[in-house]
């Protein structure tokens, strides 16, 4: 099944503090609304995050609201799918990648991405200030933490010829990369990053996407709740693009919910997420490239569709165009 890109800090203070919230909101379905509107459920991809920001600025703010939606949105713990939980109905609208959902679609999962959470992903590869690695060429004849079946990094493998690099699973904290001066893990640069520093010590970064392989973040739904609801879904997009806007404006009020929500976040913590994701562009895209919040173009999915299938990840046989739908995101200008 398509893999889920983990966060790679303190877990286990995460679960401690955010697992009773998860347990409680993702066993009981949000009943129907008396108010006349409809009743719908996101899955995230992780405990709640700065990164999802936008999509709790939304519902703060009665965006959905406005659309006539009722939502509900739903934390998910280390090992769950939400490609799953979306394709089996237990939630209409999910967070991933843009390569899960090839992947996904061409095992028969009928989900399909509607907007981009991430104009870029910030998977990247971490090592030490004084490491000899400074180009992912020079990963040859390292060790490199990873989480296993990782397609980003066999395109790595693949690109740069890498014949003597060594693959150990990633865990879920920063620990052996503080011990270890040559240690080389996955993580996002959103993230583990504002950790190592606080740790007192330093660290460089290879994003993933300057190597070429370069998938959205997407939020998606299913082919059954978009035939059923397509204004629902018009209305998810729209107001969840509103709400990222709003809170890349002013996250303030949205970061207070997300400490409610995930007492392991602190107000240092998640000012640094904020400040990475504008200054990356990761949800507006760049000023050059002509991206804008929520927009996808159809030659990115079909440049990562020909990149899985070199990788053998889909088959050929696989049209990209079944994986997403452009009419609730114009192409910007």
């Not at 392989?213 to 969840?240: E, I, K, W």
Request: aromatic share 10%; charged share 15%.
């Amino acid at each position: 099944m398509p893999r889920r890109h983990h966060r790679f800090f303190s877990l286990f203070v995460v679960l401690l503090a955010v697992a009773p919230l998860m347990l409680l909101v993702s066993c009981h379905p949000p009943a129907a609304s008396g108010n006349g509107l409809l009743p719908v459920r996101l899955q995230l991809d992780w405990y709640p995050q700065p990164e999802h920001g936008g999509f709790y600025a939304a519902l703060e703010n009665g965006y959905y609201r406005e659309e006539g939606l009722d939502v509900t949105i739903l934390p998910l713990g280390a090992y769950g799918s939400g490609l799953q939980m979306v394709a089996a109905g237990r939630a209409d609208f999910g967070l991933g990648s843009s390569d899960q959902i090839l992947e996904a679609v061409s095992n028969g999962l009928p989900l399909l991405a509607i907007g981009a959470t991430m104009q870029h992903d910030p998977q990247a590869l971490m090592v030490h200030t004084d490491s000899p690695v400074h180009s992912f060429a020079d990963l040859d004849g390292h060790t490199v933490a990873v989480e296993p079946g990782a397609v980003w990094f066999r395109f790595l493998v693949q690109k740069y010829h890498l014949r003597n690099v060594r693959e150990i699973p990633a865990t879920l904290s920063i620990a052996s990369f503080l011990a270890d001066p040559a240690y080389i893990q996955q993580i996002f640069v959103t993230s583990e990053p504002y950790f190592v520093t606080h740790a007192g010590a330093g660290c460089r970064t290879l994003l993933i996407s300057d190597a070429g392989y370069d998938p959205y973040r997407v939020f998606f739904t299913s082919r059954n709740f978009l035939a059923r609801h397509p204004q629902a879904v018009a209305g998810f997009v729209r107001a969840s693009i509103r709400g990222w806007r709003t809170y890349l404006d002013n996250p303030a009020p949205t970061n207070a919910l997300l400490q409610r929500l995930n007492p392991a976040l602190n107000p240092d913590q998640m000012n640094f997420t904020v400040q990475a994701l504008r200054q990356g562009g990761f949800i507006t895209g760049s000023a050059t490239d002509g991206s804008q919040i929520g927009f996808m173009r159809a030659a990115r999915w079909q440049q990562l569709a020909d990149q899985l299938r070199q990788l053998a990840v889909i088959p050929r046989s696989v049209d990209p165009a079944t994986a997403y739908t452009l009419q609730f995101v114009s192409q910007p200008h």
